[in-house]
């Protein structure tokens, strides 16, 4: 027998480890950390959805769904879709419920790419774009942002990163680990490019519940963009679903038809004990939504005020649930940051490079975490900071 290694597709092999991975597994043998460290709410879903679970588990449901997810549930999806960002998608050709945004992000990739095409994605941005991208045979091109212009692509950016092997332009906004977001001028630009230049968007809208300031504007909503892009949302954040893995992709027609195929055969559905929750959530669960969505907000002046105090630049989020200040200037690396900080004050967060590198020099620190645990951990910080003789 030959080595493991050698039997091994080398697309995976060659896939570096999560860079949050191993702060979890350093936190994981500790006690009393504050993790600001994971990306996930601290709020246990709401009763309403856990007793609609249990619910639909007593009267017996407990099969396969169709594949594309149960037509009750595709219709509220569209339903709350028109309401919440007037988005209009047909409930049985345009929507496919998926297993969380993840699934749905790596079967928009799957069903688009050829080997060697081009996805444009911003730098910083969530850990799995680039894996996926590879995985699916895509190359990856990062577009990278600076905190000094609020984490935003431009178009003009997007112009030049084209080549003829250009297909997709990913865009995540609210974006994880920035928390910036793209207004509709913004959004206008770069949706100019994307048509005069034929690409294509997978716009991860997974944060746009959670935008502080304004209206979420979806790409999908501009004038002739409806066509070119697929929209993943999902439950996990906006209604802290995370572990009950449920997520959609709405889109053209023939686009999710070929996402539909490649889930049949990978996926068959995603579990009917989500899909009756994921019901409940968009039929009776917004109102427990926005209460969540009021909570990070106070929480997102918190941080921004504690890091202000510490002296450390933190541009405002004005989406998600993380601030991503620049510790830079303390002398340390972000690594060295992080390590030090979790083994000398028991906090958890995660350097910026985890995201991409132009997350050089910063911290991704999460606010989904209780008032009292915030509170406790920016005490924390000052006292590290001053025993390293930041100021
Ligand atoms: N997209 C972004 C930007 C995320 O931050 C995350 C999770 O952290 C995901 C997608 C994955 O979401 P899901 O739980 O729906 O698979």
């Not at 005020?305 to 601030?323: D, R, S, T, W």
């Not at 991409?356 to 900071?385: N, Q, Y």
Request: with cysteine.
């Amino acid at each position: 027998m030959k080595s493991w290694e050698e039997y091994l597709n080398p697309q995976v092999a060659s896939l570096p480890p999560s860079g949050i991975r191993r702060f979890f597994d350093l936190a994981a043998e500790m006690t009393g950390v504050i993790s600001l460290g994971v990306g996930e709410p601290d709020f246990v879903t709401p009763w309403r959805i856990r007793e609609a679970c249990i619910y639909a588990l007593e009267r017996g449901y407990t099969m396969y769904t169709s594949n594309r997810g149960m037509k009750e549930l595709r219709v509220a999806i569209a339903r709350y879709l028109e309401d919440a960002f007037k988005l209009r998608y047909d409930p049985e050709k345009e929507i496919l419920v998926t297993v969380g945004v993840s699934e749905a992000l790596d079967l928009a990739l799957r069903a688009l790419l050829k080997p060697g095409d081009e996805v444009l994605i911003p730098d910083p941005a969530y850990v799995s774009y680039v894996p996926c991208t590879v995985l699916a045979g895509g190359v990856p091109v990062l577009l990278p942002t600076r905190m000094e212009e609020g984490f935003k692509i431009t178009a003009e950016q997007v112009e030049k990163a084209v080549t003829s092997r250009t297909k997709v332009l990913l865009l995540a906004y609210p974006n994880n680990p920035t928390g910036a977001v793209l207004n509709r001028r913004e959004l206008g630009e770069i949706a100019e490019v994307v048509k005069a230049r034929d690409l294509l968007v997978i716009s991860d809208e997974i944060y746009a519940q959670l935008t502080y300031e304004g209206e979420h504007v979806s790409i999908a909503s501009l004038p002739g963009m409806r066509e070119r892009t697929v929209v993943l949302q999902g439950f996990s954040k906006a209604f802290a679903m995370t572990g009950w893995r449920l997520g959609y992709a709405v889109g053209n027609e023939t686009f999710i038809g070929a996402m539909t195929k490649i889930h049949q055969y990978t996926m068959l559905c995603a579990p009917i004990t989500a899909q009756m929750a994921a019901l409940e959530a968009l039929k009776n669960g917004l109102e427990d939504m926005r209460q969540m969505v009021a909570q990070y907000a106070y929480r997102r002046r918190l941080v921004v005020n504690a890091f202000k105090e510490m002296g450390l630049p933190c541009p405002e989020p004005k989406g998600a649930f993380y601030a991503f200040p620049y510790v830079g200037g303390t002398g340390m690396s972000e690594e060295e940051f992080c390590e030090k900080l979790l083994l000398e004050e028991k906090v958890a967060v995660v350097p910026g490079t985890a995201f991409g590198p132009s997350g050089r020099g910063h911290i991704r620190c999460s606010f989904a975490a209780s008032v009292k645990d915030l509170t406790e951990a920016f005490r924390r910080m000052k006292e590290f900071l001053r025993r390293h003789g930041v100021k």
